[in-house]
């Protein structure tokens, strides 16, 4: 079993940056799949970016390609979502996900498809 925490949303201009993290308990952290995933106000929990285990496979949803960069540092049982260009549609609730995969090259993009949640972090961009 992991525990996440997420740490790093806060208010910030557009155009600004702000890079969340996600740290994890456990030993066998360099295991999980992970995921990053927003919750607007009124809307259901999309994928914002999602990494493989090995770090080798990786998937953003169109709005932030080019703009958010997901990474992984196993060292240190964190995960991160570096954001730039921030708009006010980026304002949400984002929340770290985890997951053992099927296999360690294989990410996963649909929010049921993740075992651990943390208890997520907001960041509000405003315009």
């Known amino acids: 079993q992991v525990q996440l925490v997420e740490s790093g949303g806060g208010l910030v201009q557009a155009g600004g940056s702000l890079r969340l993290s996600c740290s994890a308990s456990g030993r066998t952290f360099s295991s999980y799949a992970m995921g990053w995933f927003r919750q607007a106000p009124g809307k259901e929990r999309d994928v914002v970016a999602v990494l493989s285990a090995n770090g080798g496979s990786n998937y953003y949803r169109d709005p932030v390609k080019g703009r958010f960069t997901i990474s992984r540092d196993d060292a240190k049982n964190t995960v991160y979502l570096q954001m730039n260009s921030l708009r006010a549609e980026d304002t949400a609730v984002y929340y770290c996900?985890?997951?053992?995969?099927?296999?360690?090259?294989?990410?996963?993009?649909?929010?049921?498809?993740?075992?651990?949640w943390g208890q997520g972090t907001q960041v509000t961009v405003s315009s």
């Open positions: 996900a985890a997951r053992i995969p099927t296999n360690p090259g294989v990410h996963y993009r649909i929010p049921a498809s993740y075992d651990y």
